[in-house]
Nanobody, 120 residues
Framework: QVQLVESGGGSVQAGGSLRLSCAASGSFFNINLMGWHRQAPGKQRELVASITRDGNINYADSMKGRFTISRDNAKNTVYLQMNSLKPEDTAVYYC??????????????WGQGTQVTVSS
């Protein structure tokens, strides 16, 4: 089973920056898509950004130009650089990964989430 461990959340003032990291550990064959979702209080979880193993990237429209996703395949780690943060970016940010197990079964794994709070 794969464990995703997020780090880098915290509190920042509007206009500030944070960098989230998510490292995958455990036994698996491959990690395909990796990404970030977020969930604000009283709202549904939404996609922030995703990146394939080959580096193809997808951003939610509201994050384009402010957030940058990247990954290090050798370290099984995905990053999210968040700049020009706004109070509406306040949410719990979840790492997600599509895993191919050693038996070639594909499943989705979620991290525990890291809180990002942006004050005005």
């Amino acid at each position: 089973q794969v464990q995703l461990v997020e780090s880098g959340g915290g509190s920042v003032q509007a206009g500030g920056s944070l960098r989230l990291s998510c490292a995958a550990s455990g036994s698996f064959f491959n990690i395909n898509l990796m990404g970030w979702h977020r969930q604000a209080p009283g709202k549904q979880r939404e996609l922030v950004a995703s990146i394939t193993r080959d580096g193809n990237i997808n951003y939610a429209d509201s994050m384009k130009g402010r957030f940058t996703i990247s990954r290090d395949n050798a370290k099984n780690t995905v990053y999210l650089q968040m700049n020009s943060l706004k109070p509406e970016d306040t949410a719990v940010y979840y790492c997600v990964a599509d895993i191919s197990s050693n038996h070639r079964r594909v499943y989705t794994s979620w991290g525990q989430g890291t809180q990002v709070t942006v004050s005005s």
